[in-house]
């Protein structure tokens, strides 16, 4: 039940945005984030419930590289 | 053509060979718990749960799906409400939880006026077009409630109520720790419930169980990473709250959801299928907000259920696999009497529940299908 869905801000109309999930796109109500157009959101039963860190996401994967450089040594 | 969400995809089978290797070199036998129904999807529905296994790493399913701990005396409430001819809106996996010895959905049949809805949204507006009240049953973690509470703070109609159903994850943790039935070396944390809560309100659990704590996100590098950061505490001796899903959760999780909810609900002390009453692990609405509670509203109605006890099906054993002490193959009735089409038990109705999950993606006998 607590499956949540990324997508991309499209259109915004006061608490309620028009979002892009990949080609399909839906609303979703953004009262909970302070998201504007062209941002990443992730969506939770019709609610967007936090911004989505598009450099964090790219990142991560280079974090896990140091973590498991690290981790050989354990 | 790649999408642009595909960023946010971790799916590469190389990095997911790589951190395997990782998992199978550090030569463990460990035993971690989830307690996220999407968790165990990704686990069963990508194979991980196997590869782990051949790994030593041993997967258990916690209390991890809102609909399967939702009680029988809540279904109960709902179904008698539904009979007195109250519009009920629920979300989909609701309808057919069964109760003692009816369901939503059966009751449907028999005239009750039941909608399946998408969003608590949804049925405000279903309550706009109608004189008559609408009750929602509300159910969900952390990562739904903020919804919930959004809507009845800006101002939900007056013949819309709902019928609080929710839970709150840390204290049903806690509660595991204490309980101490089975042995666990670390904790996968739900990745959609930290969203909101953030990663302060696990800390406790870690410092007075000394349990590492991991939150995870859903993909299955995902999992397998949050899984080989959890290896690596237990081996470096430590015991502490690290994040893996950092693309989506913040340290303070989502301050403008978290206050809303509170601001709306306040703590109370709720039963879980499979568990005792567990302190501070529900949710009521606060007296300012009343007037949207259909526990208040419909108290007649509700009154006779008060000294009434509600048992659990029998032989049914979703109490225990809900307490991770039991895999849903432990079930005699698991794939025969119960399955999807015919569930004797709420997890085996939810799509996130863990007999449905394991039920779906296993091979069953011909004839029988999820
Ligand atoms: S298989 Fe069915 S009866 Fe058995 S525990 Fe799961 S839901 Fe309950």
């Not at chain 1, 499956?3 to 945005?17: C, F, I, R, S, T």
């Not at chain 2, 196997?50 to 109960?76: D, Y």
């Not at chain 2, 806690?174 to 666990?184: D, V, Y």
């Not at chain 2, 039963?271 to 949207?292: A, C, M, N, V």
Request: proline letters at 6%.
């Amino acid at each position: 039940m607590c499956l949540a869905v990324p997508g991309k801000v499209m259109e915004v109309d006061g608490d309620e945005a028009l979002i892009d999930f990949g080609g399909v796109t839906r609303k979703a109500n953004i009262s909970l984030v302070e998201a504007s157009e062209g941002e990443y959101v992730i969506v939770h039963a019709g609610y967007a419930i936090q911004k989505l860190d598009e450099k964090e996401a790219k990142e991560s994967l280079d974090a896990w590289e140091e973590i498991m450089e690290l981790g050989s040594q354990m | 053509m790649k999408s642009e969400m595909d960023n946010f995809k971790f799916r590469n089978k190389k990095t997911a060979e790589r951190i395997v290797k990782k998992i199978n070199e550090a030569d463990v036998e460990m035993s971690f718990m989830h307690v996220c129904g999407t968790h165990q999807d990704t686990l069963v529905r990508f194979g991980l749960e196997q590869m782990l296994n051949e790994a030593g790493i041993t997967i258990r399913q916690g209390p991890g799906c809102p609909v399967c701990v939702t009680t029988p005396r809540e279904i109960e409430e709902v179904l008698v409400l539904a009979r007195e001819g109250i519009t009920i809106t629920a979300y989909g996996d609701m309808i057919n939880v069964p109760g003692e010895k009816s369901s939503l959905s059966k009751a449907r049949r028999e005239g009750a006026k039941v909608k399946v809805v998408y969003s608590v949204d949804d049925a405000v507006k279903i309550a706009k077009k109608i004189a008559e009240p609408v009750v929602f049953m509300s159910v969900g973690f952390e990562t739904t409630t903020p919804s919930i509470a959004s809507m009845i703070k800006k101002g939900a109609p007056q013949n819309f109520f709902i019928l609080p159903c929710h839970r709150l994850v840390p204290p049903a943790l806690k509660a595991i720790m204490e309980m101490g039935e089975i042995k666990l070396d670390g904790l996968i944390e739900p990745g959609h419930v930290s969203t909101i809560i953030g990663m302060e309100p696990y800390i406790p659990l870690s410092k007075k169980y000394g349990i590492p704590q991991v939150i995870a996100g859903f993909e299955p590098l995902d999992l397998l990473m949050g899984i080989y950061m959890l290896i690596r505490q237990v081996k470096e001796g430590r015991a502490d709250v690290e994040n893996e899903y950092t693309r989506v959760v913040r340290r303070e999780g989502n301050p403008k959801a978290l206050q809303v909810m509170y601001e709306v609900f306040e703590p109370v002390d709720i039963q879980w299928r499979g568990f005792p009453t567990i302190p501070g692990s529900g949710l009521k609405i606060r007296e300012k907000y009343i007037d949207h509670d259909a526990r208040e509203e419909f108290k007649d109605i509700l009154e006779p259920l008060k000294e009434k006890d509600f048992g659990e099906r029998k032989g049914c054993l979703c109490g225990e696999v809900l307490r991770a002490l039991k895999e849903p193959e432990d079930c005699p009735l698991f794939g025969k009497r119960c399955t999807p089409k015919n569930p004797m038990g709420p997890c085996m109705v939810s799509r996130e529940g863990g007999c449905n999950i394991r039920y779906r993606f296993s091979p069953h006998p011909v004839g029988e299908s999820a």
